[in-house]
Each structure stands twice: as C-alpha cells, then as structure tokens.
C-alpha cells in the first residue's frame, strides 16, 4: 500500500465550531459573534435554529444562506420541528449540559452588491447563565462576552403571560445583566438586546398581557440602559401555529440585521486561565482571536 493511500483526512463531525476554526472564520471576512443568554428553555436554541430553517424557504431580510460549518449541528437541533421527527407539535433539541459552551456557524450574503458575512452564534446549556447570574466568579468564566459584538438576551413570551411565572422571567434577566455589568463583562460599548420570544402566544393572550410585558421591557432599559453602549428591544416568534396573524420568523428580520450591520467595539480581550490552560472553547477564542475596533454611535432605543 502506498504512502497516499495510508494518508488518512480526518473531517470534523460538524456539531459545533472548534476554536481553531473559529478563528479561522474570524480573519477571514467579515464576522459577528452573538451570544444567545437566557434560563433554560428561554428558547435559545429554538432561536438560533429556527433563524437557520428560515433560509431553507429562499431569501430572508435580503440575504440568500451561502453555507455553515456547522451545518450537522444545525440538522440536528432543527430535526424535531420537522415531519420526519414524527411529532405532531414542532421541537427543538435542547442544548445538553456537556455541550455547554459552544459555537455554531452560519454564513449568508446579500447580492446586490455581493456580499458575505458569518455570524458565530454561542450554544450554552441555560442552567450556566442561571448561576453566571448568581455568581460573580461564575459569570467572569463567560469571556466570549468581551468579545461578543451582541449579547441577545432572551425572556420566554409564555411565561411572561403566566401569572405565576412573569416576574421571575424578567428577574432572571435583570439579574444576569446586572450581574455581567458589575463583573465589567458588559459594559458602556456593549450591544444588548432583550428578546421576548413565543411573541405568537403574548399576542393571542389577553392585550393586559402585551401592555405588562412592554412595562417591564422599559423597566429593564430604565435599570441597565446607562450603562451598556445599546438596549434594544424585540419581540420574535420563529414557530407560530398557522392560521394565526403572526408569521413565521416574525421580528426576526430585523434581528438578523442589526447582528450583521452593527458592530461592537470590542473592549479588550478576556485573559486566559493561568499558565495557559483553557477551560473551555470560548478561553481559547478570547486568546485568541484579533482585536478588530470599529466605531458604533450609542443609539436611542
């Protein structure tokens, strides 16, 4: 047997984007990193591949999907929402704990003119960001966010619906980003958003609802605004049940577009552990990925 046919390639499985590549990805073009925060079930995942099935249907927000490193990972989370899952309600697969602090990849560009961009999205188990929001040593573990170009943090429409659920929903949120302020790994260049997503049931809910919501989503601008560089606010529905006025992939559009237009400045980059030694991809990332300044003016949202 000769020398080339003993070379063996080995090809990476695609679930997620090693730190490596994402640098890689990085250098190459034109990159932004979102981080998707947010308790668990929040719809973090829901979110992200939701956003990647939206492409399948053709163009979206004027851009056409042009590849994914990740494109098995995607597969993967968007299989349960599909009719060959064999479940009559849509699902998503949720991010497992030992999959906690990953990066999944997707690529789109716009035509006239041609253009490309890649957006890194985080993949982080929900119940990290639960005690980053406890814990001052735990949220300083999270140092892609002082790369991060947007910060997405979610609060779950179906709960903030529920009597019994809707404080704590926005507590949560409160507390994670007061938490990541006070630790400096957000701050007055970082770009926030609050996303309230299953927007489909707070609309068909009683209009109370939608007012409650919108006062907390000022209450959180009123309480963190000053300090971040940008808050802005949405509210998403990537899976509304047909026959209902909200579309799929509703609010999404715009999302998409402040993630791809928008720059952050980045701050400096989070220093690695101690004698070189990574705890997890987003160490790696943060140590080493270029530092690309480019200027953003704070916005009135």
Same mark, same amino acid.
């Given at each position: ?10 090809f990476?499985?695609? #679930?997620y984007?090693?730190?490596d590549?994402?640098?890689? =990805? =990085?250098?190459?073009? !034109?990159? $932004?990193?979102?981080v ?11 979110l /992200?591949?939701g &956003?990647?099935?939206?492409f399948?249907?053709? !163009?979206?927000?004027g ?8 494109l098995?990972?995607?597969?993967r @989370?968007?299989?349960l929402?599909r ?7 849509p ?16 690529? /789109? %560009? ?7 961009? #890649?957006? +890194? ?8 960001? @639960?005690?980053?929001?406890?814990s001052?040593?735990?949220c300083?573990k999270?140092?892609? +966010?002082? @790369?991060?170009d ?17 404080? %704590? ?6 507390? &994670?980003?007061?938490?990541?302020? *006070?630790t400096g ?14 927007w ?8 109370? #609802?939608?007012?409650?919501? *919108? ?6 601008a ?17 899976? !509304? !049940?047909?026959?209902? *006025?909200?579309?799929?992939?509703h609010?999404?559009?715009? &999302?998409? @577009? ?14 690695s ?14 140590? $080493? ?13």
């Amino acid at each position: 047997m000769t020398e080339e046919k003993q070379r063996m390639i080995q090809f990476r499985e695609g #679930n997620y984007l090693p730190a490596d590549e994402a640098g890689k =990805v =990085v250098r190459a073009s !034109p990159t $932004s990193v979102v981080v998707v925060a947010g308790v668990v079930d929040s719809g973090k995942t829901t979110l /992200v591949a939701g &956003l990647y099935g939206l492409f399948h249907k053709g !163009p979206f927000a004027g851009y056409i999907f042009a590849g994914s490193r990740t494109l098995p990972g995607f597969e993967r @989370r968007c299989h349960l929402a599909r009719i060959a899952s064999g479940l009559t309600t849509p699902d998503t697969e949720r991010t497992k704990f030992s999959d906690s602090q990953h990066l999944l990849h997707l690529r /789109v %560009a716009e035509l006239s003119p041609l253009r490309h961009h #890649n957006i +890194l999205f985080s993949d982080v188990y929900g119940e990290a960001f @639960r005690r980053a929001a406890d814990s001052a040593e735990e949220c300083r573990k999270f140092t892609i +966010l002082k @790369r991060a170009d947007h910060v997405a943090v979610l609060i779950d429409g179906e709960k903030a619906v529920s009597q019994h659920d809707r404080q %704590a929903a926005f507590a949560s949120v409160d507390a &994670l980003l007061g938490q990541c302020l *006070d630790t400096g790994m957000l701050g007055s260049t970082s770009s926030v958003q609050a996303v309230v997503t299953k927007w489909d049931v707070v609309a068909a809910s009683a209009p109370s #609802n939608a007012t409650f919501v *919108d006062s907390k989503l000022r209450w959180l601008a009123e309480r963190h605004g000053s300090r971040l560089g940008r808050l802005a606010k949405f509210k998403v529905a990537i899976r !509304p !049940p047909g026959g209902g *006025d909200i579309e799929a992939g509703h609010g999404m559009a715009e &999302l998409l @577009r402040l993630w791809i237009n928008v720059r952050a400045r980045p701050r400096g980059m989070a220093k690695s552990s101690s004698n070189g030694v990574f705890h997890t991809e987003f160490d790696r990332l943060a140590a $080493s990925w270029p530092v690309a300044v480019t200027s953003e003016a704070k916005a009135n949202d």
